[in-house]
């Protein structure tokens, strides 16, 4: 069984840990990953906008690969026929796979659960899964970590009684799921982590959380507590006393969460993994991540327009904007990654007006390194207890951030 061990606590909040031992085959290699962690964000397999040597370039990766049933489902009979597995099928060697049920950036439509299935939306259009399905796709997908089944459609303002179907359903999908697993044969199990639900409210929050973390799972899933599912103020107050209820054993992950305070304040409540999804999210509004996340590292924002409102840009800036047409400074002026290495603001900006695909590609390049920069960044910041002290850097700029 996955082992997960905590190797700091730390006294401003926030915890450091090591995931070892993780179910795989023996043609993998052994992978451990360093929390907290973000898990590598991808759509049919691949990280948008992105090549495979691309993708091998990005520094400080997580070693897990989120990869989604909704992007798969539809060529579930080519999977059987397949036989290998998803990561070997996308081409993914050196890192291990997370299945998750639903996609983490995009919001499924609501109102499609019943009493005994759960839709996931593919792009030919709607499948309904029960626990049977969902692990005859997850046997073909091999993938080693899996987000049991759950029904996590509980939106604001939906009503106490359609919650507590949703808590009792994605239980009685955890323990149909535990049973299979473990009747399976050794080669063919996978690392299950239990789906915590519950809405908007903390009793059946609560009483889905002490109900998952009776059973015998690998770690924990805190869904829907994404913008779409309940105000900001709701999911902070929520989080705490939840984990409060987890053991410290077992790894938490919050996978609709991203933006960078945000995962300051999931960390600092004691969660350790996340999606990738955000850098995806603002590279498709033509933006670039301009963050810091330390004195030292504020020295990059040096544009060459030189102009204080540039200076002052929150978690990013548009490069649409023209203001950036004449810009021949690349989007961070010490970035190591492919897109400030060769290109410039004002290349980026005319990528986007007449549309060219090179300019998701650029940005991607870009944001992905920043974002993976980031978590390990949070990692030494916890290790060197300036954990507060980048808290209260990040929450400066979140301030200017235009949302
Ligand atoms: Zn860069």
Redesign the pocket.
């Known amino acids: 069984m996955m082992k997960f061990s905590v190797s700091k606590l730390s006294p401003e909040g926030g915890r450091l840990g090591v995931l070892s031992d993780i179910h795989q085959s023996t043609k993998q290699r052994d992978v451990e990953v360093l929390t907290p962690a973000c898990l590598m964000y991808t759509r049919g397999g691949s990280v948008p906008h992105l090549t495979l040597d691309m993708v091998r370039c990005l520094p400080h990766q997580s070693g897990i690969v989120e990869l989604t049933v909704s992007s798969f489902i539809e060529y579930r009979e080519t999977m059987d026929g397949f036989k290998d597995g998803l990561a070997k099928f996308v081409g993914i060697s050196n890192a291990l796979t997370y299945l998750a049920v639903q996609d983490s950036c995009k919001s499924a439509p609501a109102g499609y659960n019943d009493k005994s299935t759960v839709s996931v939306w593919a792009p030919s259009g709607r499948f309904r899964l029960n626990s049977a399905s969902f692990m005859s796709f997850q046997r073909a997908a091999k993938s080693n970590i899996t987000e049991a089944l759950c029904d996590g459609d509980t939106r604001e303002g939906c009503s106490k009684k359609r919650i507590q179907k949703a808590v009792n359903k994605t239980l009685q999908f955890l323990d149909e799921i535990l049973e299979e697993n473990l009747n399976a044969e050794t080669c063919q199990q996978t690392e299950i982590f239990g789906v915590i639900e519950g809405g908007d409210l903390l009793s059946e929050r609560l009483r889905s959380t002490k109900e998952t973390a009776k059973r015998p799972v690998a770690g924990f899933v805190l869904d829907s507590f994404g913008e779409s599912f309940m105000k900001e103020e709701t999911r902070w107050k929520l989080l705490e006393p939840i984990i409060k209820e987890l053991p410290e054993d077992k790894p938490r992950m919050l996978p609709q969460i991203g933006e960078p305070l945000d995962v300051l304040l999931a960390i600092e409540n004691g969660i350790d993994l996340f999606s990738a999804f955000y850098p995806y999210q603002i590279t498709g509004t033509g933006c670039a991540l301009v963050f810091s996340w330390s004195d030292e590292n504020k020295k990059t924002l040096n544009y060459q327009t030189n102009r204080p409102d540039d200076i002052n840009e929150g978690f990013y800036i548009d490069l649409n904007n023209k203001k950036f047409a004449e810009d021949f400074s ?3 002026s010490d ?1 190591e ?1 492919y ?2 290495q060769h290109h410039t603001k004002a290349y980026i900006n005319h990528l986007l007006v007449t549309k060219e695909l090179m300019a998701g590609v650029l940005l991607m390049s ?1 944001n992905v ?2 974002y993976l920069s980031y978590f390990e960044a949070i990692r030494q910041a916890i290790k060197s207890d300036t954990f507060a002290l980048m808290k209260k850097h990040i929450q400066e700029q979140h301030m200017r951030t235009d949302r």
Request: proline share 10%; with cysteine; hydrophobic share 20%.
């Open positions: 690349p989007v961070l970035c990654c897109c400030c870009h390194h920043h």
